[in-house]
């Protein structure tokens, strides 16, 4: 207690210049332990106790639990459908805060099932077992009346028009499968997978791409709205066909899209353009270190592809960390500090990063604090009602600064939701794992 005094004292002394508490000598190296003083961060700076980061995703588990509710009502009146099996082509979701069904729902699902594990609690993983196990049902009843799905409210699932309709909400059913949460998945994740192997535009060589805006375009985005559901897929089925798509499609965007001077990924990509602007858009760079996170963690270690991605992911993830500003955050526009300080990109950075470290794939003292950071910043962003705040909302790809640096921000922009969870639940197994603490001022990562 008297050398916590003596500092503030001390600190005091800062701002009475010339002399130095209590004793009338003046603020000097020679008087005063300067390096001691304690820094003005914006953000919290060291670790946060497990139980603290558990209860911020218990604030978000609660909110979202209330704000998407399951139920079915009828399109003309409004009125709750009480036997889905009379359900008529024109009912609807109830209205909530969020759909669903959507990939930022799908990130959700897989985040709700990673924070049970996290933290023991089973809330989480009965949110995404409940909601997935009444889209079966609702698609079910669809399946039979309807099978077409046309102008049903499961139409994304029975026919995909977009990797954004199958990619992610795949994965998460997957994993749901895989750890036996749901029964029945399966036709859904079959149709998913027949939609991104078979039905999606492909370039000529296999690699997945729109076309739109501009004929024959890449989207950084797709690689998540892709290659988690491949990869998922392979172990699912144990077919080396969907791990070798999984690591195709990395594979053709980083030809095309990596910048190594930078470490970082452009937006997009245009087939017949001779000069490609880049803007490291953050939060699809993003979408692609998850896109390879969650694909390291199931392609099998003799897979031809794995180093190769695996060394992606160092260099992305060391081009990220040069990219982290002071308060913890990334910016809207990696490399562009005049653009906006972004949640959502930021909290899927820190999972990535948090989670690369859990497995051994970078070193821990090397990039634990930049996680660790990271979730500081994450975790000033979500209210005390469980709402995230500083979320872009839905970005197509342009070819100016423009356009990214003045994207809205809006509190129900859905993609934070999925990431904050798993960004906690990686960052409570690092705390875990790893001795963490203050060593001379500075946040340190250590093995234990």
Same mark, same amino acid.
């Given at each position: ?42 953000? *919290? ?95 079910? %009843? ?82 998540? $709205? ?46 017949? $353009? ?25 392609? *099998? ?29 990334? %910016? ?64 197509? $790809? ?51």
């Amino acid at each position: 207690m008297r050398q916590t005094g003596i500092l503030s004292l001390m600190i005091l002394g800062l701002f009475m210049p010339g002399c130095s508490p209590g004793s009338g000598e003046r603020v000097s190296d020679a008087t005063t332990a300067l390096h001691a003083l304690e820094p003005d961060y914006p953000t *919290p700076y060291g670790s946060q106790p497990v139980e603290t980061v558990a209860s911020l995703l218990e604030r978000v588990h609660a909110y979202l639990d209330g704000a998407t509710p399951m139920q079915l009502v009828d399109g003309p009146s409004g009125a709750p459908v009480a036997d889905l099996g009379r359900a008529g082509i024109d009912a609807a979701f109830a209205r909530g805060d969020y759909r669903l069904i959507s990939y930022e729902w799908g990130v959700t699902y897989a985040g709700m099932m990673q924070a049970g594990k996290a933290t023991g609690d089973a809330r989480f993983t009965e949110y995404a077992a409940k909601r997935l196990d009444f889209i079966r049902t609702v698609v079910d %009843h669809y399946r039979r009346e309807h099978p077409d799905g046309g102008g049903t409210p499961v139409e994304s699932v029975l026919r995909p028009q977009a990797l954004d309709d199958a990619g992610s909400m795949c994965a998460a059913m997957i994993k749901a499968e895989q750890a036996r949460l749901v029964t029945g998945l399966r036709p859904m994740i079959d149709n998913y997978i027949d939609y991104i192997s078979n039905g999606q535009f492909r370039l000529k060589d296999g690699t997945l791409a729109r076309n739109r805006p501009l004929p024959r375009t890449l989207w950084l985005d797709d690689l998540f $709205m892709s290659v988690p559901a491949l990869a998922r897929m392979g172990s699912l089925s144990g077919q080396e066909r969907y791990y070798d798509d999984a690591v195709d499609q990395v594979l053709g965007f980083a030809d095309r899209m990596f910048v190594p001077e930078k470490g970082l990924f452009m937006h997009g990509w245009v087939e017949g $353009m001779r000069a490609h602007p880049a803007f490291f858009w953050g939060r699809c760079n993003g979408w692609a270190l998850m896109a390879m996170v969650e694909l390291l963690e199931v392609l *099998p270690d003799s897979h031809r592809g794995r180093d190769r991605v695996m060394g992606l992911l160092r260099e992305q993830i060391g081009g990220l960390a040069a990219c982290q500003s002071g308060e913890g955050f990334w %910016h809207q526009l990696l490399d562009r500090e005049d653009s906006y300080l972004e949640t959502s990109a930021t909290a899927i950075f820190t999972y990535c990063i948090a989670r690369a470290v859990n497995r051994g794939w970078i070193d821990a003292t090397a990039y634990g604090p930049v996680a660790q950071l990271g979730w500081n910043a994450v975790s000033t962003k979500v209210g005390a009602g469980g709402q995230v705040e500083g979320t872009c909302v839905g970005t197509g $790809m342009a070819f100016d600064a423009a356009f990214y640096c003045h994207r809205p921000v809006n509190v129900y922009a859905a993609h934070s939701y999925g990431p904050v969870l798993l960004a906690g639940s990686e960052i409570i197994e690092m705390t875990r794992k790893y001795k963490t603490g203050i060593n001379d001022s500075a946040f340190m990562v250590e093995e234990r």
